[in-house]
């Protein structure tokens, strides 16, 4: 652990949740205070990665997420939930989010599953940037279960105001 | 008894065997002369059944040779004698050596595992078992019924092990004194041990009597219990793709 920068995330969402940052490796540990034993217990670790394509989308659109992962275990009941955010240090800083219930059977061996999230793009998010993206899978408690890696700069939001640029005089006659 | 030309150095056959089990033996005949003899062999029991029948081997020099045949015990004692003939320069067969060994009516030992149980988070299932939390706590109960006409003492022996192979427990135990009546069970109970796998588990059981001369009386082996997770596992959450809608 040598190295790791501690960050106290101030986002209400992630509770007693810290960030340890390896920038040697550019992973994000995610912990989780436990009360029981008076320690932060490792929770999932996830990290940055450049996206493997930009979507330009534009406010009124939605983008679509399609998350496959392995699961094993009894039945369960939960949410898909990604969000549309940037950088922010190392940190993921949400703008837009959205969440799509997810239901599974009970799985006696490893099964690899798929499920997708729906996001609107509404004016919320400043257009004319590029974006990233990740998702996530939570109980129905909204307890994180698994995380994705960060997709950097993988969505590029359309500004809402018209944008003019080169203006040029292509012709005069008379009429 | 010993030979000119060969000695037979061994009576293969078990002490005890019980009426009507196949009983194999093996008259292993060493030859202790400078050159290959053609040796015969003979094996009778009580001077009455011939089972092994002149068989004949050419035998180095310095070199065994096992002779091989099998007889029905009869229902009493019974000796095997086996004799060894060499084939002379005279074109004659010559007794050369004998051996005898015997072999002993054994009882028959009768009796069952009549039941099996696995006993978890306070709560007992028949073996096999099905739909086991994980992470809770087995311990196995089998019982074992003397099915003979007289007080016997039962012996158990059993391995569990769990979905990925390991053995998680073992058990084997002589029941103590006063020993089990005709017609009636003895319960073994072994050791708790986790079930913290997900998926089958299994075990193998075997009922013993006559503890001077272990008999196995009757065994079972497959599957214990199936054990299912009660923890969601999450692993390897990926963005596969994304598109505008």
Not at chain 1, 154 to 159: D, E
Not at chain 2, 88 to 94: E, K, N, P, S
Not at chain 2, 109 to 125: P, Q, V
Not at chain 2, 181 to 210: C, T, W
């Amino acid at each position: 652990m040598n190295g790791l920068v501690v960050q106290q995330v101030s986002l209400a969402e992630l509770g007693d949740y810290r960030y340890l940052y390896d920038p040697a490796t550019g992973m994000l540990y995610h912990y989780l205070y436990d009360p029981s034993r008076g320690v932060y217990a490792l929770v999932f670790a996830t990290g940055w990665v450049p996206a493997p394509k930009l979507v330009n989308v534009s406010y009124g659109d939605k983008l679509r997420i399609t998350a496959a992962y392995v699961y094993q275990g009894p039945a369960f009941s939960g949410t898909l939930y990604g969000a549309i955010g940037q950088k922010v240090v190392s940190t993921f800083d949400e703008i837009l989010a959205a969440q799509s219930t997810i239901s599974v059977t009970e799985k006696t061996s490893p099964a690899t599953l798929q499920a997708t999230v729906d996001i609107p793009i509404t004016t919320a998010i400043a257009g004319g940037k590029n974006y990233a993206i990740y998702v996530k899978i939570r109980d129905s408690g909204g307890a994180t279960k698994i995380i994705s890696d960060y997709y950097e700069n993988a969505v590029y939001v359309v500004g809402a105001e018209p944008a003019f640029s080169a203006l040029t005089i292509t012709d005069y006659i008379k009429v | 008894m010993s030979g000119t030309y060969i000695d037979i150095t061994e009576i293969v056959a078990p002490y005890h065997a019980v009426a009507g089990e196949v009983v194999g033996v093996t008259v292993k005949a060493k030859n202790k002369w400078t050159s290959s003899v053609h040796v015969y062999m003979v094996a009778v029991l009580d001077s009455e059944l011939r089972f092994i029948d002149w068989q004949d081997y050419w035998i180095s020099a310095g070199a065994t040779h096992s002779f091989t045949g099998s007889f029905v015990m009869p229902a009493k004692d019974v000796n095997i004698h086996a004799y060894a003939y060499y084939e002379g320069t005279d074109g004659y067969l010559h007794m050369d050596d004998g051996l005898t060994k015997g072999v002993y009516l054994a009882e028959a030992f009768e009796g069952a595992i009549s039941k099996m149980e696995l006993e978890y988070d306070e709560s007992r299932a028949s073996i096999p078992a099905y739909n086991i939390p994980q992470n809770d706590r087995g311990l196995v109960h089998v019982w074992g019924r003397n099915d003979m006409d007289s007080a016997q003492r039962l012996g158990i022996w059993w391995r569990v092990k769990d979905p990925d192979g390991v053995t998680v427990e073992e058990y084997a135990a002589w029941e103590a004194w006063p020993y089990t009546g005709a017609g009636s069970a003895h319960e073994f109970i072994g050791g708790r041990f986790s079930l913290d796998k997900p998926g089958a588990y299994s075990i193998s059981v075997q009922l013993f009597m006559n503890p001077d001369a272990q008999v196995m009386v009757d065994s079972y082996s497959g599957t214990l219990c199936a054990v299912v997770s009660t923890a969601p596992v999450f692993s390897s959450l990926s963005i596969k793709d994304y598109v505008k809608v």
